[in-house]
């Protein structure tokens, strides 16, 4: 148990459907992070946020749009997604800290299929 | 840019030593962590080296060299259920940004 649930675990969706990735920490935990992970390539940062504010933002296409109502909690909402963003979208928290290692938690996954 | 590189697949036999490599090219680097990914699960931390040297964990040992931009994830006494994949990764700038390696899958055999 890593203290962080993601639902789905699995999703289907078509090009046109709008959906939503949740994912839950429950590690008291003030920064969340949102991966990217296709196969045969490295984990790829998306979106960073720090106590519910977005702080990074690695040019990511808008038809992902990320969402933190608050530090236990952080959404990636699906809109016209390709194909090509078929992956495992992969959450993650950690405490936040700046100085050091900032060992971060990782979720199960959501494994997303773009029909 | 940045990018981290590291062999594709190793393989071992059990109860065998393996080294992982872990080369990077670029500027801002803090520090080097190592991640552990099974098949269908999640990454797991295994190990982060700010300093220069050799960190030990049980049997895993980690290392890193700055000068050389190279560091090595060492396993010993290899069980099977250390078959997984291993990711290096950078720790960068700003909030904890990791910039990861495209992982070593790491086959153990009887």
């Known amino acids: 148990e890593t203290g962080v649930t993601q639902t789905p675990r699995h999703l289907v969706m078509g090009m046109t459907n709008k959906k939503s990735l949740k994912c839950e920490q429950h590690l008291g935990h003030n920064a969340m992070y949102w991966y990217k992970q296709s196969a045969k390539k490295p984990l790829e940062l998306m979106f960073v946020y720090s106590l519910e504010e977005r702080v990074e933002n690695n040019s990511v296409p808008s038809r992902f749009s990320p969402e933190c109502p608050n530090s236990s909690h952080l959404f990636l909402h699906l809109h016209t997604l390709q194909p090509e963003d078929s992956a495992l979208y992969l959450c993650?928290?950690?405490?936040?800290?700046?100085?050091?290692?900032?060992?971060?938690?990782f979720g199960p996954g959501t494994r997303l299929t773009v029909l | 840019g940045q990018s981290l590189e590291q062999p594709s697949e190793v393989t071992a036999v059990e109860g065998a030593i393996v080294q992982i490599n872990c080369t990077y090219q670029t500027s801002g680097f803090y520090g080097l962590s190592w991640y552990q990914q099974h098949d269908g699960g999640a990454p797991t931390f295994l190990s982060y080296?700010?300093?220069?040297g050799l960190e030990e964990t049980g049997r895993f040992s980690s290392f890193l060299s700055r000068s050389d931009s190279y560091g090595y994830l060492l396993l010993q006494e290899l069980q099977m259920k250390d078959s997984a994949s291993y990711f290096c990764a950078g720790l960068s700038g700003g909030y904890n940004k990791l910039i990861f390696g495209a992982g070593t899958r790491l086959a153990v055999h009887p």
């Open positions: 993650a928290s950690s405490q936040g800290s700046t100085s050091g290692t900032d060992e971060q938690f």
């Open positions: 080296n700010a300093l220069d």
